[in-house]
């Protein structure tokens, strides 16, 4: 079988390109991408599908300018569209603290993103490969990982990240380019051991291929395509569960560990991916972390977590969070008649007189208050008491919170309606009998923004 049906298979029994759809090639210029360029215009004319090409210009380089140029002459002698964007990669890592190899991936996928959405893409093409795949299993594993990470590069992620040339292996690639006199360009920096990657393609494998195991990467793969496999079937099951337990930022402790652990580790996953927005997911210090909090029965603990996240367990569930997340408190002087906007809540405050008793509701309540009081609108603060309608004696703001088992991170966010220095009403929640009586009836209303 040639290399050209190897991949035709490969697009066949992973469903990667349907017929009609437009892909676009991520096109560096080395070996892999021109010889994925030049397949898939070849299977292109046979199974209906159009081709472009994408290159981002990290300027790391010297010869980056070159490649560039290589990859606009290549896409021209070829006859299909390129877009070419040029970025400061180091400046961006820096800006945002990260390493240059994950900015400049982050970069990339983000340009390749918005042509999907801008030119009708239907499916982004990487030249990963049967090699790269082995390293990624042996970088999962020095790392530390779960079932996933050993189940190597998948031929499609996301359901429009698809990797046409995966099953092909570096030496197969290489003497496809040298039988067809394509050129390629080669990036130096990719002999250079100074990135973890390059270590286990420079070092550490070949040692493996020499002396332990002549057939290591396909070894590694087709153990990898078992794994993943087994990832796919335990990931239906962590779906079920997930759909059960979690909702929003947080899951059922009770229930969720009422599962086997293997499937708890697979929520918590998914349940940080989906709150952090971004498929990374957390080693499994951190999974191992979680769970003996959750076992432990401990409630109002925090976990910091990676990516300025923390997870904590308040009232029989566990919540993602930023850490970085701080209330600022507000604290607003009300005028009667007067529309107030407080943006902290999102949501406006009117203060009236009224002429007669009507009922209270959750978003508006009748009081009484003496003339010329004071009133304002403002977060808790520490020590706050007031006296509850339908209690005996006063009561702290904060065991009230606890009561009503209202979480910490929306303590904050609640207005508290005081007259001259005294809690008239616990907004939405409860208001102080002290000003069922008086001299002069009237009324607050909180006016949400999803009433408006």
């Not at 990667?16 to 021109?34: P, T, Y």
């Not at 099953?167 to 197969?172: A, N, Y």
């Not at 080693?283 to 990676?306: A, C, D, F, M």
């Amino acid at each position: 079988m040639n290399t050209t049906d190897k991949v035709r298979n490969t697009i066949i029994r992973h469903r990667l390109i349907d017929g009609g759809e437009r892909v676009l090639l991520a096109l560096s210029g080395g070996s892999d991408s021109v010889a994925m360029l030049h397949i898939l215009i070849a299977l292109s004319k046979e199974m209906g599908f159009s081709v472009c090409a994408a290159h981002l210009n990290h300027n790391i380089r010297q010869e980056a300018i070159g490649d560039e140029k290589f990859v606009r002459e290549l896409c021209r002698k070829e006859g299909i569209e390129c877009f070419v964007r040029s970025v400061d990669v180091l400046e961006y890592a820096k800006a945002n603290n990260l390493s240059s190899e994950l900015a400049g991936r982050e970069l990339r996928y983000g340009f390749f993103e918005e042509l999907k959405r801008e030119k009708g893409i239907d499916k982004i093409a990487t030249a990963h490969n049967k090699n790269d795949s082995a390293e990624s299993v042996l970088l999962h594993l020095i790392r530390g990982c779960g079932i996933e990470g050993l189940s190597g590069i998948s031929p499609k992620r996301d359901g429009h990240i698809i990797r046409p040339v995966i099953e092909l292996s570096k030496k197969e690639i290489e003497e496809y380019c040298k039988e067809n006199s394509f050129d390629y360009v080669v990036d130096k920096t990719n002999f250079e051991a100074d990135y973890t990657r390059n270590k286990i393609r420079l070092l550490l494998m070949p040692v493996i291929e020499k002396e332990i195991n002549p057939n290591f990467i396909e070894t590694v793969t087709q153990n990898a395509d078992i794994f993943s496999e087994a990832a796919e079937f335990l990931d239906s099951c962590a779906q079920k569960v997930y759909n059960k337990v979690c909702s929003g930022n947080s899951a059922d402790i009770a229930a969720l560990m009422k599962e086997n652990t293997a499937v708890i580790r697979c929520v918590l996953q998914r349940l940080y991916c989906e709150y952090r927005g971004k498929p990374e997911k957390l080693s499994v210090k951190y999974i191992n972390e979680l769970i003996r909090l959750l076992k432990s029965g401990e409630t109002s603990k925090t976990l910091n977590l990676p990516n300025k996240i923390s997870a904590r367990t308040e009232y029989g569930r566990l919540y993602f969070k930023d850490t970085e997340e701080k209330s600022q408190g507000f604290d607003y002087l009300l005028c009667e008649g007067e529309e107030i906007y407080v943006s902290e809540g999102d949501f406006s405050v009117i203060l009236k007189g009224e002429s007669a008793w009507e009922k209270s509701s959750k978003n508006k309540i009748l009081f009484y208050a003496e003339e010329n009081s004071v009133f304002r609108l403002r977060s808790r603060e520490n020590g706050d008491i007031f006296f509850p309608v339908g209690m005996q004696g006063r009561k702290r703001l904060s065991d009230l919170f606890s009561d009503m088992k209202i979480l910490s991170a929306e303590r904050d966010n609640i207005p508290l309606l005081i007259c001259d220095g005294e809690i008239v009403w616990v907004g939405g929640i409860r208001q102080d009998r002290r000003f069922l009586k008086g001299s002069r009836l009237m009324s607050c209303e909180i006016i949400k923004r999803s009433m408006v």
